[in-house]
């Protein structure tokens, strides 16, 4: 469930009509639901009760420091792949207690920057990273808690794109070496092993691979608590799907949480996880306006001001966005559209054929559960603005990131010296 929804003919972020805030912000503008996200959390976090677990939000689903103080307020913690990411997690309030630092290419800078902040847990992907964190906190004199990343070779998730968990996959290590590695990092005087993590792919709509994967995991913390060596904690990552509002809807958090507690029934263990779409997803929106309508034979094509710089899930994952008009559509019968970007690229094309009420230049539109994967995957791609972000609460909106203007870009750059113009 969201704050999205039509009151008196006009579509609505909780209280908020989202065409003022177009028309005061400008178009396109990405605009989340505070009470969605904190409903997502809950609903996510309670599922488990009484169990005790970590929710930590995977902050590269939607980076926004408001949106993560949201979160952080709730208690949530935070999974991220950058230094950037931590220090974001840190600036919205998130306790580094409660930060994973998960991702397949840290950094020596960014290890040391991780174990310096003492952050919860870093998740090990390969020998070589486990050495240079052995290294790093050597020479920092501190022993930083770790798990170690399994790929258990079970495939799933929306897209190709997308999915991570199989065994030729970039990501973790396989199961006898995740073994061999945990046993190496318990040995290690420089490091505090104390998991094992898991993450399969995003957008997952069915619970088998999920609950396959959670078996493996829980049979390695079997295996190694049986031959004496200590486990506490174990992370089985994000990954399950979003209602995209054209297709089943994928399991909910209850069923999920239902399976998880089935897998680790009677295991003592502390569980983390590390959703990302499930909370931002539907707690966002991207705002647009028609442009042009392109007449031409067959199907008009809508000419919108947002484009794939904004919104690139559709060109780079073929994803499906539910559009809808910010005024509802009286009885007029729906048309089949193209919906289009200005970007010079054919590309740009949110949609084909689609089905929408009948639209026309300066009217807006909403692209739905643009709240993950939207703004944080924007790019300046054709000197476009990066759109602005928009906070609302109750009946109440801030701007929480301001469009990035030309001026912004252009400031960062510098020509020649041979290049100046006499
Ligand atoms: N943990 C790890 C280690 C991950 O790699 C990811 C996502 C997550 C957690 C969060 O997964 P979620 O709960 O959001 O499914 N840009 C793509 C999605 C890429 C996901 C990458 N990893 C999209 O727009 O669909």
């Known amino acids: 469930m969201n704050h999205f929804d039509y009151r008196d003919g006009e579509f609505y972020c909780e209280g908020v009509r989202l065409a003022d805030i177009a028309e005061t912000v400008g178009t396109p503008v990405y605009v989340y639901s505070s009470a969605t996200l904190e409903r997502h959390y809950d609903v996510f976090k309670n599922a488990f009760a009484p169990r005790e677990v ?13 949106v993560l103080a949201t979160l952080a307020r709730k208690g949530a913690g935070a999974d991220t792949v950058s230094a950037g990411e931590i220090e974001r997690a840190l600036r919205a309030g998130v306790p580094a207690s409660r930060i994973i630092f998960s991702g397949v290419g840290k950094t020596e ?17 390969s020998i070589a990273e486990l050495e240079t964190l052995s ?23 929306g897209h190709e794109k ?12 396989s199961i006898d070496q995740a ?16 998991g094992l993590a898991v993450h399969i792919g995003s ?6 691979p999920l609950e396959a994967a959670f078996g493996v995991l829980r049979g390695m913390a079997e295996r190694l608590r049986g031959d004496g060596v200590s486990i506490e904690r174990l992370d089985l990552g994000g990954g399950l799907g979003v209602p995209y509002f054209h297709e089943p809807d994928p399991p909910s958090p209850a069923e999920y949480a239902a399976m998880v507690l089935r897998v680790f029934d009677g295991f003592d263990v502390s ?10 997803g539907n707690a966002g929106v991207l705002l647009a306006r028609v442009i042009r309508l392109q007449e031409r034979p067959g199907r008009p094509i809508l000419v919108l001001d947002a484009g794939m710089n904004d919104l690139i899930r559709p060109a780079i994952y073929d994803a499906y966005h539910d559009i809808k008009p910010l005024k509802q559509a009286q009885s007029a019968p729906p048309k089949a559209y193209d919906v289009v970007g200005p970007i010079c690229e054919t590309g740009d094309t949110f949609t084909r054929n689609r089905s929408l009420p009948e639209l026309r230049p300066g009217d807006l539109v909403a692209f739905l559960t643009a709240g993950a994967y939207g703004a944080v995957m924007a790019s300046t791609y054709n000197a476009r603005a990066l759109a602005p972000e928009v906070l609302v609460r109750g009946d109440r909106y801030e701007i929480v990131r301001r469009r990035w203007t030309l001026e912004d870009q252009l400031a960062l750059e510098r020509t020649p010296d041979w290049l100046e113009r006499t």
Do not use: W
Not at 54 to 64: E, I, P
Not at 142 to 155: L, Y
Not at 162 to 173: E, L, Q, R
Not at 203 to 208: C, F, P, Y
């Open 271 to 280: 569980l983390a996880f590390e959703p990302g779409r499930m909370i931002a």
């Open 162 to 173: 997308i999915s991570t968990g199989k065994g030729d996959a970039k990501f973790g290590v």
């Open 109 to 125: 800078d960014e290890l040391a920057f991780a174990v310096g902040a003492g952050v919860h847990q870093i998740n090990v992907e």
């Open 54 to 66: 970590l929710v930590a939000f995977a902050v590269k689903a939607n980076a926004n420091l408001a």
């Open 203 to 208: 957008q997952i709509k069915d619970l088998a």
């Open 135 to 157: 290294r790093c906190a050597a020479a920092l004199g501190a022993k930083p808690a770790i798990a170690i990343r399994v790929n258990p070779d079970v495939g799933a998730g």
């Open 179 to 194: 073994l061999a590695l945990y046993r190496r990092a318990h040995a290690d005087p420089h490091l505090a092993a104390k």
